[in-house]
């Protein structure tokens, strides 16, 4: 599985970014597909992630009520929709995938054997 992440970009706060993580090499019908992100110095934290074939989704309290995960089955494609934007959202997105049905902990990202490349946002205040 090959995950092409996209959409970053510098913005002001409250404003809005969509990030498409596109995957490749299978089609996604079962599995988890997460959001994590990395600020400077910090280490890589949960933001949001969504099981493909119910489409239930589980966020960060950090996000809760800003950010929505959703996915296109005929695309393979999910999305991290991002309002309401603060500085401390700024930092290196990164979309990861599971083909696990039920991981054990969704927030680990020692769950997630497939990861893409990272795509920068960067939020102004």
């Not at 934290?45 to 966020?59: D, K, M, P, Q």
Request: hydrophobic share 35%; with cysteine; glycine share 10%.
């Amino acid at each position: 599985v090959q995950l092409q992440a996209s959409g970053g970009g510098s913005v002001q706060a409250g404003d809005s970014l969509r990030l498409s993580c596109a995957a490749s090499g299978r089609a996604f019908s079962s599995g988890v597909m997460g959001w994590f992100r990395q600020a400077r110095g910090q280490e890589r934290e949960f933001v949001g992630a969504i099981r493909w074939s119910s489409g239930t989704t589980n966020y960060a309290d950090s996000v809760k009520g800003r950010f929505t995960v959703s996915r296109d089955n005929a695309k393979n494609t999910c999305y991290l929709q991002m309002n309401s934007l603060k500085p401390e959202d700024t930092a290196v997105y990164y979309c990861a995938a599971t083909t696990i049905m039920w991981p054990i902990n969704i927030k680990d990202h020692r769950e997630y054997a497939y990861w893409g490349q990272g795509t920068l946002v960067t939020v102004s205040s």
